[in-house]
């Protein structure tokens, strides 16, 4: 079972910058493809950004060139660095780990994003 756990958002600005971070445990994580996923209210939950195993990244169009996601292997935990915030942003964010038999869920952490 595979357990995460979110932490960095929070309230910021318009063009401000944040950076989520999630932690998991486990040593499924290495093979694991990790991705954070957002949903605002009314709004479908929606791929944000995701990492393979293999370090080969995924990006959803209106974040390309401000979001970076990186992983950390030795730590398993993965990063979202947010830069160049908009309100449309604000979500609830979540962190998502997924490999054969597993797709596990982290609990969401809120970012808002003022104008």
């Known amino acids: 079972q595979v357990q995460l756990v979110e932490s960095g958002g929070g309230l910021v600005q318009a063009g401000g910058s944040l950076r989520l971070s999630c932690a998991a445990s486990?040593?499924?994580?290495?093979?694991?493809?990790v991705g954070w996923f957002r949903q605002a209210p009314g709004k479908q939950r929606e791929l944000v950004a995701a990492v393979t195993s293999g370090g080969s990244t995924n990006y959803a169009d209106s974040v390309k060139g401000r979001f970076t996601i990186v992983r950390d292997n030795a730590k398993t935990t993965v990063y979202l660095q947010m830069n160049s915030l908009k309100p449309d942003d604000t979500a609830v964010y979540y962190c998502?780990?997924?490999?054969?038999?597993?797709?596990?869920w982290g609990k969401g952490t809120l970012v808002t994003v003022s104008s």
């Open positions: 998502n780990v997924r490999a054969i038999l597993v797709d596990a």
């Open positions: 486990g040593s499924i994580f290495r093979i694991s493809t």
